[in-house]
Structure formats: C-alpha cells, structure tokens
C-alpha cells in the first residue's frame, strides 16, 4: 500500500477494497504497509490517539489486545484479531530484520466518516526524523528534498537555536548606539557609533549570563562544541544500519510496482576504506585537521564529565546572536526583502523628541523610491516597518499563528521630560498612538506586549539586559527554535564563516564544491544543493537556483547592499568628460557602460572585484534592465506574441527604474488618452493596504526587457509611478500605481482594427503581468501552497478620468458568482454587466462561464469526487473560494500529506465544506467557486468539470 490516498479514492469511488499486508523486499523501511480493518473503532480508540511506539510499547499492547478480545462482543473480537494477526506479522519482520531502534507508526484512515471500516496504515520511523518534526522549510520544499534531508539525518542531527535580530527605524534614532549597548565587547569598548551605511552585521554569542559577545574569538571552539555535542549523541544511540534480509513472514508478495515520481535512487554506501583514504588525503586541510582529535578524544571517553573533551571557552550557551543593524536611510527601503523574514526578532526604533505627525526631513530624499513622499511623516515611516515586516515575514498566507516577534523601543529618555515615571507614560501613549491604524489588523499580532524606553548614553542601564531577556524569550516561543538539522552541515557553516572571515563575500560553486571535498564527509550535489537553499531561505547567504546565477553564491547577504548603495548614491570626482553620460543617468536613469564602469573604479574593494557577476545580480533582481531595440517591433512578423519577441536584441546600456524621479505630465493624457480606443483599468490590488512600491519599479524592468519604451518627442514615456511602452504597432500598454494598487491599461490609435479582436493580445500582457508580481511575492513571503499577496479587480469603464484612484473598484471573481454589480462611485448610480469588465482582459474565461441555473441543488458525494479528480493547479484557490480558511487548510494539508496526495486533500476540504454551509453547499456554489478558481488559467491548463444529471 505505497500510496495509501489513492486506495482511498478507489474505496470512494468503487465501492471496493483489498489490501494485503507486505514488507519491504528492498529493506527500504519508509515504504509503508497496510491492511483492511472492518469495524476498526474500537481497536482505534485502544490506542487513545498514540500514534508512534516502540518495539516493547507495541509488544505490550498486543497482549493487552489479547486479553481483552475475550470480553467483545463478536464484531469487536473478530476487528481485534484481525489487527492482531497482522500486527505479528509485521513485528516479526520487524525483529527479523534487527530494526529496533526504529519506531512503528499507525494512522487509522477512515474509509468514510458513516462507515466503520479503515485502513491500518503502518511505517517504520527514525526517532525523531518523522516529517511532522521537520524543520518549516525542508517541510515547504518538494518531496525529494525532504528525502534528502531525512537522510542527511540518520547521520546525526543537531537541535539549532539561533536568534537573527533585526534593528530597524528611521535614520539618526539611536539604532547602532542601542545595538552596541547589547553587546558586552562594544559597550565596554565604548564604540562611537557612526551612521550605518546600508547594513551593519555582528555576530554574537549568549552568554549564561544572558550578556552577548561578539563570536569573533569563539567562532573555532563554537563549532567544536557543536560537533562534541552530535558526536556524544551518535555515540550514546549506537544507530548502526544493518543490511536487509529477506523476512520470514507468512504471504509475502513480490513488489512488481514501484512508483518512481518522488522516489530518489539509494546510493550506494561509502566504505570503511574508501572513508579512509579520503582521510588521508585531506588531514591536513582546515575542514579535517582540527576534527580527528576531537573524535579520538570522543571515543576514548569513559562517561565521566571531568573525562569529557573541553572547548576552551568563557562560560556560554550553544545560541547564537546576530544583530542586523539597518540603516534608517529611506533610499536603502526597497533592498529589505532580502533580508526580513520570519526567522527574526525586531526592534523598531522610534524617536521620542518626535511628533508622529512631524514631517520627515532627510538630506538626499529619496523616499519616493520606497513609497514615502516628500510629505510623510515619523508615523508613515513607523507604518511603513510594521507592514513591511507582516509582508516579509510570510504571515499573509501561512497557516502558524503570529507569535510576536516585535519590541517597540522609544529612544532618546534623556531628552525627555519629567519623571521617568512621567516618560513612561509619555512612551505608552505615543506607541498606543502609532498602533491605532492597525487596530483592525493582523499585524498587531506581531507586537509583543512589552515595550521599552532607552537612554543609550547610559549603556550600564539594566533596561538593556531586560531587552536581552526579552529577545531570547521571544526566540524561544518562535517555531523555528530547537528545530533539527544533519550535523554534518556543521562543516559547511564553518567553511562558510571562515570564507567570510578572509574577505570572500561571492564565490563560485567550483570553489566551494573544491573546499566541500576536503571535509571528512563531503556532501554530494544534491545534498549541497539543498543546503544551499535552506541557508537562503534563512537569510545566511543569496543562492539563487537559476540559470545564470547557480553557479554563484553570495556568502555576505549584505553585500548586495552595498551593491546597490554604488548606483543610488551620489557619486564624488566624477570624470568630466562622462559628464553628459552622468546627467542622463541623474535625470534619466540611463546607466550608460561607461558611467557603469567609474562606479565600478570607484567602489569598494569587494565589489569592483566581482564586477563582471555584479550585473548578472542586479538584472536578475530587476533592479535595473536593458530596453528592447526599437527595430525589433517593426513589423508584425517579428512579433511572437504580447509576452515579448521571437529573438529579441537589446541596447547596450541599462535602465535602472528606482532612479526614475521626474514626476508625469498631466496624468491622465496617458490614463485615460483621448480619441483612443482603451480596455477597461485592470488594477492589482495588495491586500493589508501595502506594497513596497520596489514591486512597481521591478515591474517596469520586467517590462523594459519584454516590450520597447514609447517614446514621445524624442524622450522615453518613463517617470517617477508610471511608464509607457509599444506592444504593438499601434497598440500602447500604461502602467501606473498610487498607494498599494498597481494600474493598467492598453489604448489603441489605429483607424482600422478594434482592440475587440484582439482579446488575445490583452490576456497575454495580462498573464504576463500577473506572473511578474507573483514572482515578487513569492520572493518576500515563506511560500505558501498559493500567493494571495493580491487580488485583481477591473474599474468600472463609466469612471470619469480625473477620479482614477481607489475607485469604481470591482473584484473579478465576484463577477463568477453574479452577472452583474452595482457601481456606487460614479455620477450616477447603475449596473456594470460581466461582459462589460471581461471582454477584453478575460475573454477566454468569460466565453466558458456556463449557465449553471439547473445547479441550484445539493452537492452529492460524487459530485466532489469528480472534483477531485479533475482539479489541478488550481486546488489551493478552489478551498480559498470556497470559504475556507488558509490556517485550516494547511492543517488538512499536512494531516493528509498533500503534497503526494492531492486529490484526497480536495476531496476533504469539499466534505469541510460541505459540513460548515450545510443546505447552501450546492453544486452551483461548487461550480462556480470552480470557475472563480480558474480564472487565471486559459483552456490548455484545466479539464473542464461537468456535473451529472440528477437521477430522479
């Protein structure tokens, strides 16, 4: 029974069932076994929900089965025996194959809740190692990777507690002076601070105390202990793997079908000698020397603890602090999602002496780069860090609670009045004061209850040991805490500090692949590939899995900060005869090669000496792009279609959008352009109210690589919230945002083609759009089974052109459940009809809307079985449109393993729902939750649902 979700849906559908019990010929213990259970209730409630035992527990409790089976009546009896039976079978196989440091697993999967009968489903388990101990991100990869990493783990595994603290808030409020404070070398060094320029990382340890110390001097002896740690573990376990012999049970069947979708081929163990000769080979190198006399050392000791091998080392804990100091500047904003996640602890800053309504002053502003505008205010800036933090931690779309991970700091006690009494209390109100816009929201679940007031000229202040408490407090109640990894990926961490620490901040895969051979234990491609991965998702490194970039690793996340600070900031000693080429870029934000390679010349050390992989970096992450060549879009014939050209050429010089400063001339001539024939504004919606607007500008780099920049009088139609570009000879796409709604509309200036006939045309800028900015969400939260960052809506088309914003707004999937709305915002009050907002930007999904009005009946069971069946990738947006909650379903998700079971895990939330809406949940609702869905796939990604006539 490998798949025991697919019995299920034969049981569903056939109304038949045979199972057999096999063990594994292939000694591969993960493959599961199972058999039928009639009447398996009672034997189910004998377990009281324990799902895992050990060899003697499950002894134990067969002979307890066997005195009770006496004194059941006859249905009871007979289920026990049948268990019983089956049950000794297995235990026998399992003792014959000596896997007793295996644990057994039962799930009791119930063939329907009105029915009595189950399935007995039964696996051998590491301890420990079961998928629903995994840590959160091997758990959200693909099933080989989470196979990879089970193996990985039977080597040895390590519980992690790292805190990754993040000290944000607006420039010159005291962040770098308070990170100082928490830590012991820097306050008792009296380090004066300097203004921090992108980000500023530091490393620290935790003391038993509860002080921090930089790790610098106990980086070598940090890993050291960890490696005594796992090494003792290992040892006290004696978990030896032994070959499989061929059980000697009764029936065994030979397995004839493998599946081989998600299954990874067992490799080959390496030898005792092979092991050996790698040794020797590789004593001598960093990776190896400083470990072969902690392992003599390990093995030759006795138990005692004053026999046990010392880390030279100040009394300390095995937890690791690092402290991101962010700079407060707002030209640094739109680089966050690099570094913000859920995986952090904050400190939000925010200055005292300051009015929440004060308006913001900064020498070089640019915040309209990140949203914030010449008139925003200390408590724009305040919301602008909680909403990016609720956006960048991945709480919009995932199923765990929101465990608060924020601390609101008020700064500058000294400059306040009164009492300290008094500043307490002035300090609670204005944190009351600042919190009230999310009154509402989910994002006050991020704030912890505690907030504190510092002085951070004096460093001595107990305040500041009550902030480290608090810190490590809310670490520890954080899911991630004590999370389990292999213990040999400890070599490869330190490999990684110890590359950072000689000034490497990128290096390629052949270097690392090199230095990952010299290990004891190398990783293979595979494994180092997925530890690359994870260390990305955990913000320790930039790996990204690409074409271009995967041969590249970024050692220091924060150098890409760096990076971009070269084409943001203003430059000194420019060269005067590059001055044109420097005022276009200012002006225009046209990066020429030439200005490209002075602010390469000019840069530091570390960056200039990456400079050829530097581009490859910033295009990858839209932060600049190359426009099209106009010659490219002449003629129809070179056209592939609206997501770009058959064999696109490019000019040689970049784009770079975040520069783009100069404001549109009179917004609505490219809008809402006269005389033209226009589509209807599609509008991308974010949900909480927020968007980094670095999402617009890495829109419009999507857009300059994919179609040419109009152009009128000569000038690029490129400005500061809106571009213009040509997709076809006559046809123009505009693109624009205000707040946290990105626009857009295509117009046409042909006398002879109506852009009705080309709704084709339409539905690919469209896609190609939609695809973009799911990109970018999927980058800034914790990928959940769908994003939900943001809804499209269309305006309503009778809006008059000087009220664009925020207005006539209507949800598209609404218009799945009715044929039309009622449009409040405009003159007059009146109906907009599906056809109306659908013709162009959705014509495929409009003409397949069916009338459903003969559906209006109860959803049946089989109904939801074909459901089932035929859901793809839509599966996630169906249970969103169907009312369900993303917390419950994630729940089912797990619970019934969807990742390999999807069709099982649609047909359960169908029950759920069918449960919770009771009459209401009819096969009209059903049918169009379907389409609603469905309505970013076209025809070739989905199989049509039908429902059967009812039989009268």
Same mark, same amino acid.
């Given at each position: 029974?490998?798949?025991?979700?697919?019995?299920?849906?034969?049981?569903?559908?056939?109304?038949?069932?045979?199972?057999?019990?096999?063990?594994?010929?292939?000694?591969?213990?993960?493959?599961?076994?199972?058999?039928?259970?009639?009447?398996?209730?009672?034997?189910?409630?004998?377990?009281?929900?324990?799902?895992?035992?050990?060899?003697?527990?499950?002894?134990?409790?067969?002979?307890?089965?066997?005195?009770?089976?006496?004194?059941?009546?006859?249905? $009871?009896?007979?289920?026990?025996?049948?268990?019983?039976?089956?049950?000794?079978?297995?235990?026998?196989?399992?003792?014959?194959?000596?896997?007793?440091?295996?644990?057994?697993?039962?799930?009791?999967?119930?063939?329907?809740?009105?029915?009595?009968?189950?399935?007995?489903?039964?696996?051998?388990?590491?301890?420990?190692?079961?998928?629903?101990?995994?840590?959160?991100?091997?758990?959200?990869?693909?099933?080989?990777?989470?196979?990879?990493?089970?193996?990985?783990?039977?080597?040895?595994?390590?519980?992690?507690?790292?805190?990754?603290?993040?000290?944000?808030?607006?420039?010159?409020?005291?962040?770098?002076?308070?990170?100082?404070?928490?830590?012991?070398?820097?306050?008792?060094?009296?380090?004066?601070?300097?203004?921090?320029?992108?980000?500023?990382?530091?490393?620290?340890?935790?003391?038993?105390?509860?002080?921090?110390?930089?790790?610098?001097?106990?980086?070598?002896?940090?890993?050291?202990?960890?490696?005594?740690?796992?090494?003792?573990?290992?040892?006290?376990?004696?978990?030896?793997?032994?070959?499989?012999?061929?059980? @000697?049970?009764?029936?065994?069947?030979?397995?004839?079908?493998?599946?081989?979708?998600?299954?990874?081929?067992?490799?080959?163990?390496?030898?005792?000698?092979?092991?050996?000769?790698?040794?020797?080979?590789?004593?001598?190198?960093?990776?190896?020397?400083?470990?072969?006399?902690?392992?003599?050392?390990?093995?030759?000791?006795?138990?005692?603890?004053?026999?046990?091998?010392?880390?030279?080392?100040?009394?300390?804990?095995?937890?690791?602090?690092?402290?991101?100091?962010?700079?407060?500047?707002?030209?640094?904003?739109?680089?966050?999602?690099?570094?913000?996640?859920?995986?952090?602890?904050?400190?939000?800053?925010?200055?005292?002496?300051?009015?929440?309504?004060?308006?913001?002053?900064?020498?070089?502003?640019?915040?309209?780069?990140?949203?914030?505008?010449?008139?925003?205010?200390?408590?724009?800036?305040?919301?602008?860090?909680?909403?990016?933090?609720?956006?960048?931690?991945?709480?919009?779309?995932?199923?765990?609670?929101?465990?608060? $991970?924020?601390?609101?700091?008020?700064?500058?006690?000294?400059?306040?009045?009164?009492?300290?009494?008094?500043?307490?209390?002035?300090?609670?109100?204005?944190?009351?004061?600042?919190?009230?816009?999310?009154?509402?929201?989910?994002?006050?679940?991020?704030?912890? @209850?505690?907030?504190?007031?510092? @002085?951070?000229?004096?460093?001595?202040?107990?305040?500041?040991?009550? =902030?480290?408490?608090?810190?490590?407090?809310?670490?520890?109640?954080?899911?991630?805490?004590?999370?389990?990894?292999?213990?040999?990926?400890?070599?490869?961490?330190?490999?990684?500090?110890?590359?950072?620490?000689?000034?490497?901040?990128?290096?390629?895969?052949?270097?690392?692949?090199?230095?990952?051979?010299?290990?004891?234990?190398?990783? @293979?491609?595979?494994?180092?590939?997925?530890?690359?991965?994870?260390?990305?998702?955990?913000?320790?490194?930039?790996?990204?899995?690409?074409?271009?970039?995967? #041969?590249?690793?970024?050692?220091?996340?924060?150098?890409?900060?760096?990076?971009?600070?070269?084409? =943001?900031?203003?430059?000194?000693?420019?060269?005067?005869?590059?001055?044109?080429?420097?005022?276009?870029?200012?002006?225009?934000?046209?990066?020429?090669?030439?200005?490209?390679?002075?602010?390469?010349?000019?840069?530091?050390?570390?960056?200039?000496?990456?400079?050829?992989?530097?581009?490859?970096?910033?295009?990858?992450?839209?932060?600049?792009?190359?426009?099209?060549?106009?010659?490219?879009?002449?003629?129809?014939?070179?056209?592939?279609?609206?997501?770009?050209?058959?064999?696109?050429?490019?000019?040689?010089?970049?784009?770079?959008?975040?520069?783009?400063?100069?404001?549109?001339?009179? =917004?609505?001539?490219?809008?809402?352009?006269?005389?033209?024939?226009?589509?209807?504004?599609?509008?991308?919606?974010?949900?909480?109210?927020?968007?980094?607007?670095?999402?617009?500008?890495?829109?419009?780099?999507?857009?300059?690589?994919?179609?040419?920049?109009?152009?009128?009088?000569?000038?690029?139609?490129?400005?500061?919230?809106?571009?213009?570009?040509?997709?076809?000879?006559?046809?123009?796409?505009?693109?624009?945002?205000?707040?946290?709604?990105?626009?857009?509309?295509?117009?046409?200036?042909?006398?002879?083609?109506?852009?009705?006939?080309?709704?084709?045309?339409?539905?690919?800028?469209?896609?190609?759009?939609?695809?973009?900015?799911?990109?970018?969400?999927?980058?800034?939260?914790?990928?959940?089974?769908?994003? $939900?960052?943001?809804?499209?809506?269309?305006?309503?088309?009778?809006?008059?052109?000087?009220?664009?914003?925020?207005?006539?707004?209507?949800?598209?999937?609404?218009?799945?459940?009715?044929?039309?709305?009622?449009?409040?915002?405009?003159?007059?009050? #009146?109906?907009?009809?599906?056809?109306?907002?659908?013709?162009?930007?959705?014509?495929?999904?409009?003409?397949?809307?069916?009338?459903?009005?003969?559906?209006?009946?109860?959803?049946?069971?089989?109904?939801?079985?074909?459901?089932?069946?035929?859901?793809?990738?839509?599966?996630?947006?169906?249970?969103?449109?169907?009312?369900?909650?993303?917390?419950?379903?994630?729940?089912?998700?797990?619970?019934?393993?969807?990742?390999?079971?999807?069709?099982?895990?649609?047909?359960?939330?169908?029950?759920?729902?069918?449960?919770?809406?009771?009459?209401?949940?009819?096969?009209?609702?059903?049918?169009?939750?379907?389409?609603?869905?469905?309505?970013?796939?076209?025809?070739?990604?989905?199989?049509?649902?039908?429902?059967?006539?009812?039989?009268?």
């Amino acid at each position: 029974v490998d798949n025991i979700e697919k019995i299920l849906l034969a049981w569903n559908s056939k109304r038949s069932l045979y199972c057999k019990l096999r063990f594994s010929l292939t000694g591969n213990c993960h493959k599961p076994s199972g058999f039928l259970l009639k009447h398996g209730k009672p034997v189910k409630d004998c377990m009281h929900e324990k799902k895992e035992f050990e060899l003697p527990e499950m002894e134990s409790f067969i002979k307890d089965l066997r005195d009770k089976r006496n004194r059941c009546d006859t249905d $009871t009896e007979q289920a026990l025996t049948v268990f019983i039976l089956n049950m000794s079978s297995f235990i026998h196989g399992f003792k014959r194959n000596k896997l007793n440091h295996q644990r057994i697993q039962i799930r009791f999967i119930d063939l329907f809740d009105e029915c009595s009968s189950c399935v007995v489903h039964l696996s051998l388990v590491n301890p420990g190692f079961m998928i629903d101990q995994f840590p959160s991100d091997p758990k959200q990869l693909d099933a080989q990777s989470a196979e990879i990493f089970a193996k990985a783990l039977k080597d040895g595994s390590e519980r992690v507690k790292n805190i990754r603290l993040m000290v944000v808030g607006m420039f010159e409020v005291g962040k770098t002076s308070l990170a100082n404070n928490l830590i012991k070398d820097l306050r008792d060094g009296n380090v004066i601070p300097v203004s921090t320029e992108g980000i500023d990382l530091r490393r620290c340890q935790l003391m038993t105390n509860g002080d921090w110390r930089l790790d610098k001097e106990h980086k070598s002896a940090k890993y050291k202990e960890r490696y005594i740690t796992a090494l003792k573990k290992a040892l006290e376990s004696k978990e030896i793997n032994v070959p499989l012999t061929t059980p @000697n049970t009764i029936d065994v069947p030979e397995e004839k079908e493998i599946e081989v979708d998600n299954l990874i081929t067992e490799e080959k163990p390496v030898s005792l000698e092979t092991i050996s000769r790698h040794v020797e080979k590789h004593k001598d190198d960093a990776g190896t020397k400083d470990y072969l006399p902690l392992v003599h050392d390990i093995l030759n000791f006795n138990g005692h603890e004053n026999d046990q091998p010392q880390v030279p080392v100040e009394q300390k804990t095995n937890t690791t602090v690092s402290v991101w100091d962010f700079a407060g500047q707002t030209l640094y904003y739109s680089t966050h999602q690099f570094f913000l996640n859920k995986r952090s602890i904050y400190l939000v800053l925010m200055d005292m002496t300051k009015s929440l309504n004060e308006k913001v002053k900064e020498e070089e502003l640019s915040g309209t780069w990140c949203g914030l505008n010449q008139e925003c205010t200390y408590l724009d800036v305040f919301k602008f860090w909680l909403n990016a933090i609720h956006m960048y931690s991945g709480y919009k779309s995932m199923s765990s609670e929101i465990n608060p $991970t924020v601390i609101l700091v008020g700064t500058r006690k000294d400059e306040m009045k009164g009492t300290d009494d008094d500043k307490e209390i002035q300090k609670d109100k204005f944190f009351e004061l600042a919190l009230r816009p999310f009154e509402r929201s989910s994002i006050v679940q991020h704030i912890h @209850n505690k907030k504190f007031l510092v @002085n951070n000229l004096s460093p001595k202040d107990s305040v500041f040991d009550e =902030i480290r408490k608090e810190i490590v407090c809310l670490a520890k109640g954080q899911d991630y805490w004590g999370e389990i990894y292999p213990v040999r990926w400890i070599q490869m961490e330190q490999l990684f500090d110890r590359l950072r620490d000689s000034g490497e901040q990128v290096m390629n895969m052949e270097a690392i692949n090199e230095a990952n051979q010299s290990h004891i234990y190398p990783l @293979n491609e595979k494994e180092l590939s997925l530890f690359l991965k994870i260390q990305h998702r955990h913000g320790n490194i930039l790996y990204f899995d690409t074409e271009h970039l995967k #041969h590249l690793v970024v050692l220091a996340p924060q150098w890409i900060i760096e990076v971009f600070k070269c084409f =943001i900031t203003h430059k000194r000693n420019k060269n005067p005869k590059l001055s044109e080429y420097w005022r276009t870029y200012e002006d225009l934000a046209i990066l020429k090669p030439e200005v490209f390679n002075e602010i390469m010349d000019s840069s530091p050390k570390d960056v200039n000496k990456n400079r050829d992989h530097i581009l490859e970096y910033m295009e990858y992450l839209d932060v600049m792009a190359k426009p099209l060549k106009s010659e490219d879009a002449e003629g129809t014939n070179e056209q592939s279609d609206a997501a770009g050209y058959l064999n696109p050429t490019f000019l040689e010089f970049h784009i770079v959008p975040c520069r783009l400063k100069n404001p549109p001339p009179p =917004i609505a001539q490219f809008t809402a352009p006269e005389h033209r024939e226009k589509t209807p504004v599609l509008c991308f919606v974010f949900v909480d109210n927020f968007m980094p607007p670095s999402f617009f500008h890495r829109l419009v780099a999507g857009c300059i690589r994919t179609w040419c920049i109009s152009k009128e009088n000569g000038q690029y139609l490129l400005f500061n919230g809106l571009a213009v570009f040509e997709i076809g000879a006559t046809r123009f796409l505009t693109i624009w945002y205000k707040d946290h709604i990105i626009y857009a509309r295509i117009s046409s200036c042909s006398k002879e083609c109506t852009l009705e006939l080309e709704f084709k045309l339409c539905e690919e800028v469209r896609i190609k759009l939609r695809e973009s900015l799911l990109n970018f969400v999927g980058q800034t939260l914790e990928k959940p089974r769908t994003p $939900t960052g943001f809804e499209e809506y269309i305006q309503c088309p009778d809006i008059k052109k000087d009220s664009l914003y925020n207005v006539g707004l209507f949800r598209l999937a609404d218009f799945m459940y009715n044929r039309e709305l009622t449009c409040k915002d405009c003159l007059k009050c #009146h109906a907009v009809g599906r056809e109306e907002v659908m013709s162009y930007w959705y014509k495929e999904q409009l003409d397949r809307l069916d009338n459903d009005d003969g559906l209006n009946e109860p959803a049946e069971e089989s109904d939801l079985l074909s459901v089932a069946k035929f859901i793809d990738k839509e599966f996630w947006l169906l249970g969103i449109q169907l009312d369900l909650k993303d917390a419950e379903m994630n729940k089912l998700y797990e619970d019934c393993d969807g990742r390999k079971n999807r069709r099982t895990f649609v047909f359960k939330y169908m029950v759920m729902w069918q449960k919770k809406k009771g009459e209401k949940a009819t096969r009209q609702r059903l049918n169009r939750a379907i389409h609603a869905a469905r309505l970013n796939f076209s025809n070739d990604e989905i199989t049509p649902v039908t429902f059967d006539a009812k039989k009268t």
